[in-house]
């Protein structure tokens, strides 16, 4: 028998290690191998996912046309922060074969590209087709078959046609017909092969740099009114294009298409603060629900909130009309259930506090429209470009805000994760990314109920990333820029990304990864 000295002694023991338990939260959840308690399902899709621009390179080779990031570049070289371009990239347009091989290495079976428009119709408009780049993409699908890997098609991953352009981009409702008339195309010569696509990547960050700021070509920097209209009729392209497939080609082809909007997490800077709280809200419904809402809420359209916020602005800002147009019965109707998945592209999560006016600030712009001081958190680690830091418990919460926001019935589709650094083989900061930021998913799915069907790590390889040119990298593969190969080599990452898919969970001990990437406290 054991003295009661004896068993107050471990009753404090327990207590002690119960609590330890509770406040280190994750942890608990990971057995003693470092393996964690919860799995992937098998019908689980594993991909890795890569963007024309940003890999292919051939920019102007067999009959391509220029797209916006051609023209940009070669007019303003200096633009990207080391001054280069993707005129060669990872040459994917000739090693195609090799990243089939990469792939197939990882053990996963979905592989997410972006089709070139202006590869496919130089002009932009289908009245010329470029036969060598038709060739290109079929072969490319037929390898990719034949090593059994899926893949996931993006129409529209940024690269408009520099002659769409010059007519004003997307804030041209004409450029609708336009995209439309390249769907159909796409649609036509590919979707035999190809099941599922996406029609548009990151509605949001492409109107908001692209037409709205200056982070991204063609640097239109209409703060509060391109931004809008650029929003507006994309999300009209979208819906446009979902619904020829949904009418001409789905009956024959059986296939699924949706969209891939992003998001950043929104964290009130201080949780007891009811205003810090309410402006993360706002941003989140004034960044995401602004695409969102129109395609996947109930009621369809604009979120309240933010049709109020900005027609109340513009009228005070002496507009005749809001600055964010109206949809017509009809477009909402049209857009409402326009996505047959919830594509997700999730990096990173920003601290928020309300403000009337920051320094950087226009007026009018989206930013104003907003009213949120948008921030970094000095705690969590920013390991490669500026904008990116790591915090992984934003992943799970942005997960749980859609499923809140949008319910269950349409599954969420990870089309991109992922985290850069200034390169090397030993990552061991992106292997603790993936594994935190793939368990923080995990406990989305098992604990809190999202619907989460599909996972794409950002990104196979390293490439051109956009205005940071090749400083940071993305990619599980090294790409030696230099050789004349452009030799694939796996990193750390890739290894363990590797096991993740072959095992359908995530072993904290695989890669030992030093104590100062562990970030043990996020
Ligand atoms: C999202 C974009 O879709 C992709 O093109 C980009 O490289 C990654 N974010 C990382 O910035």
Redesign the pocket.
């Known amino acids: 028998m054991q003295s009661p000295s004896r068993v107050a002694h471990i009753a404090v023991i327990l207590v002690c290690f119960s609590l330890l338990c509770l406040t280190r939260g994750v942890n608990t959840l990971v057995n003693g191998n470092g393996l964690s308690n919860y799995t992937f399902p098998d019908n689980f899709m594993f991909g890795v996912a890569t ?1 024309a621009y ?1 890999v292919e390179g051939a920019w102007n080779e067999d009959g391509k046309g220029e797209s916006i990031w051609d023209t940009y570049l070669h007019k303003h070289p200096n633009y990207t922060l080391d001054h280069s371009n993707g005129d060669v990239a990872a040459d994917s347009y000739h090693k195609y074969k090799q990243d089939i091989t990469i792939i197939k290495s990882l053990g996963v079976k979905y592989y997410r590209i972006s089709l070139s428009w202006t590869r496919l119709l130089p002009n932009g408009t289908d009245n010329y087709i470029n036969k060598a780049g038709v060739r290109y993409y079929r072969r490319f699908f037929e390898e990719m078959l034949k090593a059994k890997i899926t893949p996931v098609v993006t129409l529209f ?2 690269d408009l046609p520099t002659a769409l352009m010059d007519l004003g981009g997307w804030t041209n409702p004409k450029v609708i017909d336009y995209f439309e008339d390249y769907a159909r195309i796409a649609f036509t010569l590919f979707g035999d092969i190809v099941k599922t696509w996406t029609t548009m ?2 509605l949001h ?1 492409h109107c908001f740099n692209s037409y709205g700021g200056d982070y991204f070509v063609p640097v239109l920097q209409s703060h509060g009114i391109g931004v809008y209209l650029c929003s507006h009729y994309m999300l009209l392209g979208h819906a446009r294009v979902y619904h020829l497939y949904d009418k001409e080609f789905r009956p024959k082809q059986k296939g699924k298409i949706g969209v ?1 909007l ?1 998001a950043f997490y929104a964290e009130p800077k201080d949780s007891n603060k009811k205003e810090d709280r309410e402006a993360a809200e706002r941003y989140l419904q004034m960044r995401l629900g602004l695409f969102a809402h129109p395609i996947y809420s109930e009621e369809g359209d604009y979120p309240k909130m933010v049709r109020e916020i900005i027609d109340k602005k513009s009228e005070r800002q002496g507009y005749p009309r809001s600055r964010l147009p109206y949809f017509t019965p009809k477009e909402v109707a049209m857009l409402r259930g326009s996505s047959d998945f919830f594509g997700l ?1 999730h ?1 990173t999560t920003y601290i928020m506090s309300p403000s009337e006016m920051e320094p950087t600030w226009k007026i009018p712009s989206a930013d104003h429209d907003t009213g949120v001081k948008i921030e970094q958190h000095p705690d969590w680690p920013i390991p490669g ?1 500026g904008w ?1 830091s790591f915090y992984p418990p934003g992943f799970r919460k942005l997960l749980n805000w859609i499923t809140k926001n949008y319910g269950t019935k349409v599954p969420i589709v990870v089309t ?1 994760n ?1 985290v ?1 650094d200034f390169g090397g083989l030993t990552d061991y900061v992106r292997v603790s990314y993936y594994n935190k930021y793939m368990y923080q998913m995990l406990l989305a799915m098992h604990e809190d109920g999202c619907n989460i069907a599909g996972y794409f790590a ?2 196979l390889m390293d ?1 051109f ?2 205005g940071d040119g090749y400083k940071v990298k ?1 990619g599980l593969f090294h790409v030696d820029f230099e050789s004349p190969d452009k030799t694939r080599t796996p990193k750390l990452s890739a290894l363990n990304y590797r096991e993740i898919v072959r095992t359908r969970r995530i072993n904290f001990n695989f890669i030992k990864i030093p104590s100062y990437y562990k970030y043990d406290d996020l």
């Open positions: 963007a940003q991953h940024w990547n990151e960050q891939t992003d592209n990096y470009a990116l991109e992922g850069s950002w990104t490439d990333e956009w993305f």
